[in-house]
């Protein structure tokens, strides 16, 4: 037995399922999940010595490479000064400074410490603000384990089967009300039949959480228009494309303000961390300023900010790196492309800068429903396939794959020969 497998062993034991988040377990692909010791640059390395290219970067924190200099700097000079104040700190208000400045509609900011933690307070947020009781979610966007979410909910809970998780009442599924994604009818419909009860609709502005699915053209906008037309608050997730389909985000990139944003993954640098942000008049209806309660012990956390800021500043200040991602998911894809053309294959590739997933399917896959026609035991074939030869790709069909600034040309011309061989093998 391996040493990934005796630990996973041992694992199932004492963590329910062997793991700390469901996705890691691998039941979604067969196999073994590997145990990570360590990780440098392009390459993750189990436990057993293997060595990885990376495509998932911690779903989407590690986008400078693993253990980025400037990044680890940052948390040794923090250390010394002690873990934790539960009080103020100066590395607070830079934090916010700098996503001010980043984040195009964002005016006001909380920290909190997980993208959950951030998408649970903006509703609460937007509900206190609206006086509203009902969200609208989108099928297949996943926006962290708060129970309003666990409905129709992407990413590990498509993966494990319980799209509505058995703890959420029935009550507060009531209040979430969900339609196809790049659906705005639907939408419209939903506002009508509820009229006056909806606080916000909130998405992925590109989603990551069913695979990656674009927002097709003039969707964004036709839910801005709407959400002004209604009086309701729109609120971009952008836990996982913030600061990387560009140093402000989706919003910035499709060039939709929407009202609040929620921040996650790269915001902490690969430390456990979360933001929700948006205009100032809605910011203040927060505690202790209004009457919309929000705290959290470890919130601003000095380590965790100080790896966030790092990072932030680090994109800021250097915008070649998104010029670079952008080059490494051309090179990519288009290489997968060519790959699926040659062996006759019609499945569909979406892509944005530095996410992308292929999809097992001849269909396009522009809402959850499409990307459920994927042929899933083939995923699971080619994604072990895939391992064998050394790239470590998301366990699931349905998510995004997170391209980082540390991957040579050489090494993505690696993995689309392994991209090759691997659909050879498993077709
Ligand atoms: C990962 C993710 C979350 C949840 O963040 P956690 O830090 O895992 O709680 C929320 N929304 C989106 C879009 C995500 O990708």
Not at 169 to 183: E, I, K
Not at 307 to 316: D, F, K, S, T, V
Not at 329 to 352: A, D, M, P, Y
Request: net charge negative.
């Amino acid at each position: 037995m391996s040493l990934s497998e005796q630990l996973f062993e041992k694992a199932k034991t004492l963590i329910p399922g062997g793991v700390n988040s469901p996705v890691r377990a691998f039941r979604a692909v067969g196999g073994n999940p590997l145990f990570i010791k360590s990780a440098k640059g392009p390459y993750i390395f189990d436990e057993d010595g293997n060595r990885y290219i990376e495509l998932i970067n911690s779903w989407g924190p590690m986008i400078l490479g693993h253990a980025f200099e400037p990044v680890e700097e940052a948390i040794r000079e923090a250390i010394r000064h002690s873990f934790s104040f539960g009080a103020p700190t100066r590395k607070e208000v830079e934090m916010a400074e700098l996503i001010v400045e980043m984040v195009p509609s964002v005016e006001m900011v909380r920290m909190v410490n997980s993208g959950t933690e951030a998408t649970m307070a903006a509703i609460r947020v937007a509900r206190g603000f609206t006086g509203r009781d009902k969200i609208i979610k989108f099928e297949g966007c996943y926006h962290g384990h708060g129970d309003s979410f666990l409905i129709a909910a992407g990413s590990g809970a498509i993966t494990m089967g319980t799209p509505d998780s058995p703890g959420v009442t029935r009550a507060t599924a009531l209040d979430t009300l969900t339609a196809p994604y790049n659906n705005l009818a639907a939408v419209e419909q939903l506002i009508q039949a509820n009229a006056n009860q909806v606080a916000a609709v909130i998405l992925e502005p590109v989603v990551g959480n069913m695979g990656c699915v674009l927002p097709e053209p003039g969707f964004l906008q036709g839910l801005r228009d709407l959400c002004d037309r209604y009086d309701i608050l729109l609120i971009f997730d952008e836990v996982m494309t913030g600061f990387r389909l560009a140093k402000g985000g989706a919003q910035e990139r499709f060039g939709i303000r929407p009202d609040l944003t929620t921040m996650g993954k790269i915001i902490g640098g690969g430390m456990p961390v979360g933001a929700y942000g948006g205009r100032k008049e809605i910011m203040e209806v927060v505690s202790p300023v209004g009457p919309v309660y929000q705290a959290g012990t470890l919130s601003g956390n000095p380590i965790a900010m100080s790896a966030g800021l790092a990072m932030l500043r680090y994109l800021n200040g250097h915008p070649e790196v998104y010029t670079r991602l952008e080059e490494i998911g051309s090179r990519l894809v288009g290489g997968f492309r060519q790959t699926l053309e040659k062996l006759g294959l019609n499945f569909t590739i979406n892509h944005l800068g530095s996410m992308y997933t292929l999809f097992m399917t001849d269909r396009p896959v522009s809402d959850f429903a499409h990307a459920k026609t994927c042929d899933l035991p083939l995923f699971g074939r080619y994604f072990n396939a895939m391992l064998r030869r050394g790239v470590y790709l998301a366990p699931s069909q349905f998510e995004s794959l997170f391209l980082s600034v540390a991957l040579t040309d050489d090494l993505v011309d690696q993995v689309i020969q392994a991209n090759e061989e691997s659909l050879k093998e498993v077709l």
